[in-house]
């Protein structure tokens, strides 16, 4: 019998390759995506690819009100990475990006990484993910199909600019975490990194700086989501 991760992973695998079937009709995909969205909001826990960063970390001496504190904040944290899947998965749809597909995978397949260790994160610091999540999901799912829509370089702007906004957002958290979560602290680092390097791709790859008042608006719209999803 097959074990859940594998499931998941062969789950994903069929998904990727179905939405890039160029014969499927509109409502082939937007059945195809409806499922990629339970599964990635109400499904098990993906299989990452790489180990998570928190293994050989310490948080022994967190006191409760710290392991609150550190579930809320990874609660967040959490939350952002169900939005990053909804963006990545609304681009898939709209957009081309013939050139960049490939480095654009390599970077939905690193998401699906901090989804996962967020996810295992949440729960042992015996938290639960955001109630909302199916809101951010469909909230960022559309934004993402709309910055395909407008084109590769706005498409590939738009990510630029939600990964800066993210780096500089989990700054912030390194900060707030409680000194002794080392667990936490680690998985937020290699985030950061990782959506570093997510920015420099989509800028070397063409992307278009968005307009402020874009900009202004993407940093209201996270900053509702991180501080509801903090609290539920
Ligand atoms: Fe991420
Ligand atoms: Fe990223």
New binding site residues.
Partial sequence: MRSRSTLVASHDREYRSFMTDRRLSALDRLIAQFDQALHTVLGPTPEAGRPSPETNQNDANLTVAERELAGRLMRVNHAGEIC?QALYQGQAVTAKLPEVRGKMEQ?AQ??ND?LAWTEKRIRDLGTHPSYLNPLWYAGSFAIGALAGVLGDKWSLGF?AE??KQ?VEHLNGHLQKLPSGDGKSRAILEQ?RE??G???TVAIESGAAELPRPVRQLMGCTSKIMTGTAYWL
């Fill in positions: 990053a970077a690193e998401e901090h990510v939600t990964e993210v985030m990782d959506e390097r997510h920015a």
